[in-house]
């Protein structure tokens, strides 16, 4: 197992396809975008595949979650996932995704063997998402959430990062928004993972700053916290259920004792964590010839080294020098 010097053991195994995105949101890049990878230091498709197959078979990963950058831009997406579900024992296997070209893709995932996707959609209006993403593409996120809902891959997610004075105002439409259509809202806190470097505490909207504004509208209870587990989201009852919401107080309210993931960045790099300044390198010694074997040890090894939390609140805290692009959500 992946069992850190703490206890906690890595069940969760977050896969960046790639680094490279089609939107520009102000919390993760600037407008004129990033250098990316160069396509030769990207995993290959059956390099990504074999490393997940070792997680799964030998170090007791049981969810497989693919993430970008913009993941839908790999083109081996779809087989990927295929080769991922057909694993024994079998993982869950998720997406989180933009949402753009997910209209187009949804059934060839659902028939893949997808489980699920979680798309990201910060606004329900054109001109605030094109003032946060650089990109005039709303109505393609919006056309492949209710593709994504029409092929089955439930529950939806909707991931929300509210920005002061852009769209923090949004929050209550947001949710009746997705409660009309039958997704699940999740808000999470920003992070301080944007190239930028920009992020500051004062500018963030919390987790209490959320709640608040959320039960102006609605009745929020508590969801029974046993069924959280590792989760990240803090799920509330609205309105007495069986509709949910989320929060992800990653900043102010974080989960770091219960986490169980682990993340393989595009280049093939072990990251313990979103906040990590470390990484493990597999892809070298897999394109060396490293056997399965070798490769889980390193991997075990890895993850041992794990901290204890992100540090987000510690003076000496800093800031990744990847950006979640680069690493993967």
């Keep these: ?49 074999r490393l997940v197959t070792i997680g799964v078979e030998r170090l007791g990963i049981t969810e497989v979650r693919y993430t970008g950058g ?11 996932v295929a080769r991922t579900a057909a694993l024994a024992p079998r993982p869950q296997v998720s997406l989180t995704t933009n949402g753009i070209g997910l209209a187009k893709l949804a059934g060839a995932l659902a028939g893949a063997g997808l489980d699920r996707v979680n798309v990201s959609l910060d606004t329900l209006d054109r001109d605030v998402f094109k003032r946060l993403a650089h990109r005039d593409r709303f109505a393609d996120v919006i056309d492949g959430l209710a593709a994504a809902h029409d092929a089955g891959l439930r529950p939806v997610k909707v991931n929300t990062v509210l920005m002061r004075g852009i769209n923090d105002h949004e929050a209550v439409s947001l949710l009746g928004w997705c409660l009309e259509r039958g997704y699940e809202l999740r ?62 107080g990653s900043v102010t309210r974080p989960f770091c004792g219960a986490c169980d993931r682990v993340r393989l960045t595009a280049d093939g790099q072990i990251r313990n964590c979103l906040f990590a300044t470390e990484e493990s390198d597999l892809k070298a010694a897999l394109r060396a010839g490293a056997s399965d074997e070798e490769l889980a040890e390193r991997w075990v090894a890895a993850v041992s080294r794990k901290r204890a939390g992100h540090g987000i609140d510690d003076p000496s805290f800093l800031q990744p020098s990847r950006p979640m692009s680069a690493i993967g959500g």
Excluded at 70 to 80: A, K, Q, S, T, Y
Aim: overall charge negative; hydrophobic content about 40%; charged content about 25%.
């Design 70 to 80: 913009e993941p839908l831009l790999r083109r081996e997406l779809v087989d990927i």
């Design 1 to 49: 197992m992946l069992r850190d010097s703490f206890g906690r053991v890595a069940t969760d195994l977050r896969v960046s396809l790639t680094d490279k995105c089609n939107l520009r949101c102000t919390y993760c890049m600037p407008p004129e975008g990033l250098e990316w990878l160069p396509n030769a230091q990207l995993l290959t498709a059956a390099e990504i595949v």
């Design 187 to 248: 808000f999470i806190e920003q992070m301080p993972l944007d190239a930028q470097h920009g992020w500051t505490r004062e500018d963030m909207v919390t987790a209490d700053e959320i709640l608040a504004m959320l039960t102006t509208a609605y009745r929020l209870t508590p969801d029974d916290p046993e069924e959280r587990g590792s989760a990240p989201a803090e799920r509330f009852l609205v309105d007495g259920g069986p509709a949910r919401v989320g929060v992800i």
